[in-house]
């Protein structure tokens, strides 16, 4: 990545994340319930939530709500795709990579919807993650492979004018907030 597009991500990772964290302070509202609906039409799926971590929107209890397996991502490596370890609500955790609370043991799961966390998102479908590209690197590898449902979730105000990106970056299929759901064309 070349020296101009990282300081455009990194000034557009600082607006998200203030935006993301008043957001925070203000509460995420409706958003788990609008989760768990759209993914009520996904049941019996394999699907991969996240643990929240600091001002992320907290998307657990839609995770808990979901009747099918529910896994969590684990990451490898660095330049690695993540892989994703069987979560219920209740499992024996431990601290993985990053400080991401990840389940101590359990089955790994091959998901086919995925609740994408992210720091800024646009209207295209584009979102900002944290820079070390394990979402797109495992979203590219999971949609060779079979149809993935790649739903960002987040706080509306992380809505930014224009996500910089470069060829690896990967869209998403919808976004949900606490404003609604948002779905993007991939065709």
Same mark, same amino acid.
């Given at each position: 990545?070349?020296?101009?597009?990282?300081? +455009?991500?990194?000034?557009?990772?600082?607006?998200?994340?203030?935006?993301?964290?008043?957001?925070?302070?203000?509460?995420?509202?409706?958003?788990?319930?609008?989760?768990?609906?759209?993914?009520?039409?996904?049941?019996?799926?394999?699907?991969?939530?996240?643990?929240?971590?600091?001002?992320?929107?907290?998307?657990?209890?839609?995770?808990?709500?979901?009747?099918?397996? +529910?896994?969590?991502?684990?990451?490898?490596?660095?330049?690695?795709?993540?892989?994703?370890?069987?979560?219920?609500?209740?499992?024996?955790?431990?601290?993985?990579?990053?400080?991401?609370?990840?389940?101590?043991?359990?089955?790994?799961?091959?998901?086919?919807?995925?609740?994408?966390?992210?720091?800024?998102?646009?209207?295209?479908?584009?979102?900002?993650?944290?820079?070390?590209?394990?979402?797109?690197?495992?979203?590219?590898?999971?949609?060779?492979?079979?149809?993935?449902?790649?739903?960002?979730?987040?706080?509306?105000?992380?809505?930014?004018?224009?996500?910089?990106?470069?060829?690896?970056?990967?869209?998403?299929?919808?976004?949900?907030?606490?404003?609604?759901?948002?779905?993007?064309?991939?065709?």
């Amino acid at each position: 990545m070349d020296a101009d597009l990282t300081s +455009v991500k990194a000034a557009a990772r600082k607006a998200a994340f203030a935006a993301r964290k008043a957001a925070f302070a203000a509460g995420q509202g409706q958003a788990a319930e609008l989760l768990a609906d759209v993914l009520a039409g996904y049941r019996g799926q394999a699907l991969a939530g996240y643990m929240p971590m600091r001002t992320e929107i907290d998307p657990l209890p839609a995770m808990a709500a979901h009747q099918g397996p +529910v896994a969590v991502p684990v990451i490898m490596g660095k330049g690695m795709a993540l892989r994703f370890r069987e979560w219920t609500p209740g499992c024996a955790m431990q601290e993985g990579e990053f400080g991401a609370w990840v389940p101590a043991e359990g089955a790994w799961v091959e998901p086919q919807v995925l609740i994408v966390p992210l720091v800024g998102f646009d209207a295209r479908g584009y979102r900002l993650g944290y820079g070390g590209g394990f979402y797109d690197r495992t979203l590219e590898g999971l949609r060779a492979r079979h149809k993935v449902l790649a739903v960002g979730f987040a706080f509306a105000a992380q809505e930014l004018p224009e996500v910089p990106i470069e060829p690896t970056d990967q869209r998403l299929d919808m976004i949900i907030t606490e404003a609604g759901v948002r779905s993007f064309s991939l065709g």
